[in-house]
C-alpha cells in the first residue's frame, strides 16, 4: 500500500513589542533573570491584565498579511496547567474567539510554481518563563523575564504533503514576519516555534489517519528531518498492522529519532473559560483599515515585482526576496548598475556563496551594497571582465580595499583595444603551427585553445568577446 503524508503546523511566534502583553514590563531579551517582572506578570493575587494595544496590531498585521478574517469580537481564555514557569496556574491565551481565522500563505515549489497553505487560526496569548536546568547543582531555577512577552500562535490547516513543504511553509511565514517587523522570527533563540502535527494515509483514501505531534525542533532542518521520520515510523507501525497512537513525541537530535514524551492531552483538560478580568475585544472596520493601509510590500508581492519590474526569473525573485534585508540589498545596487540579471548573478552567487560559508547573514555582509556597485558598474562598462571581477571581490573581502583601488593598483583594466588584441592574437598564431593546421583541418574545438593561450598572455585582461571574434577572422 502507498501512504501519503498530512502534516499541519502550529507556530509561535514572539512579537517585538515594547512591553509585555497585560503589563509594562520590558521584554528585552538577556536582563539579568527576574529583572523584568512585576506583579501582574508574577500572578500575585488581586492584580489587573490590561491589554497592549500594541500586540493587537501586530497580529492584525499578519492577520491582514496572510489574508485573514479578522474577528469584530474577540476573547481572551484562561488555559488551566500547572507548572512552575507559569506563575498564575493559567496561561491566558485565546480559544473559541480568536482575533483572527481563514487565511492562507504561499508557498514556492522548487519548480516555481506556487501553492496555498490555509490558515486555520490566529491567536495572541502570552508566553511562559524559563526554566534553567542546573545538573551540577542538581537544582532548577526559574527566570519569568519571559513571562507575560506576548505571542501570536499561527494553526495551519492540514494542507501540507511533505517535510521540504512543511520547511518552505515556515521559511515564508518567518519572511512575512520580518517584512511586517513584528517578530525577530529566531528559531534558534526561541522567538520562532514549531510543534509539527503529522498522520499518513492510504494514497487512495481521503480519511485523516491519525496524528502525531512533534515538539523540540529548534531549526527548520530538525522539523524536515522529524517528520521524515515520524512518516516513516507510522507508515511502519501500520504496515505491521500496528496502530499509530494520539500522542505527543519530541525530537531527540543526537539519536536522530522521535520518542514518545505524553499521550496527547485533550481541550478539555485545560478547562479553559473566558478571563473575567479582561473584557471583549472588538475591532471596527476603520482600525482594520487603518493598519491595512500601513502594512509594507510584502514577499510575494516583492517577488512579483521583482519578476515585472527587472524581468528576472521566479528563481532569482524567490531568493531575493527572501529577506527584506537582501531585497533592499539588491536594489541598493540596482540603483547604481543598470543591470538586474548581472546583479542578481552576483547577489546570489559570489555574495550568498560567500555569506553561507562564513554562516552569516545580509546584515553582516561585508561587502556593501554601494561596493558591490562600485564593482559591478566596472564590470557593466566593460572595464575589467567578469572573471576578473571575481578576483577583485576576493581581494576586497581580503583587504576591505574599493573596487577600483584595486583595478588601478594591480592593472586589471580591461584590454578592449583591438589592435593590442590583434597583436596578441598574430603571436599566438606564429607560436602554434601544428593547432593553426588541425583547426583549418575542421578541428573547430580548438578555437578553446586558442582563446586561453591569448587571457594567459594578457594575464586575462583581454575582453573576451572580442579575442573570439578576431581569433574566428584570423583562423578563418
Ligand atoms: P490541538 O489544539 O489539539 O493541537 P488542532 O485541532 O488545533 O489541535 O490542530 C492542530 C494542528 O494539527 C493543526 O495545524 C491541524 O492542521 C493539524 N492536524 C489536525 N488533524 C491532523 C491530521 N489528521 N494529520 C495531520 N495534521 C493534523
Ligand atoms: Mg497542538
Ligand atoms: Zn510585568
Redesign the pocket.
Known sequence: MEFAP?????VHAQLKTRTKIFCSCSTRFGAPPNTHVCPVCLGMPGVLPVLNQAVVEYAMRMALATDCRIAPESRFARKNYFYPDLPKGYQISQYELPIAEHGQVNITRPDGTRKKIGI?RIHMEEDAGKLIHDPDRSISMVDYNRTGVPLIEI????DIESPEEAGAYLRQLRAVLRYLDISDGNMEEGSFRC?A???VRPKESEQ????T?LKNLNSFKFVEKALAYEINRQIRVISENGEVIQETRLWDMDKNRTFSMRG?E??HDYRYFPDPDLVPLKIDEDWIARIQADLPELPDQRKDRFMAQFELPAYDADILTASRELADYFEACLRQVENPKLVSNWVMGNLLGLLNAEGKTIEETPISAEEMAELLKLVNDEVISGKIAKTVFDEMVASGKSPKAIVEEQGLVQVTDASAIEAVVDAVIDRCPNEVASYKAGKKKLLGFFVGQVMKETQGKANPQMVNQILKEKLG
Open positions: 498530512v502534516i499541519g503546523l502550529e486555520t494553526v495551519s490547516e492540514p510543534d502535527n503529522v498522520s485523516l489517519g491519525t496524528r505531534e496527547k485533550e481541550a
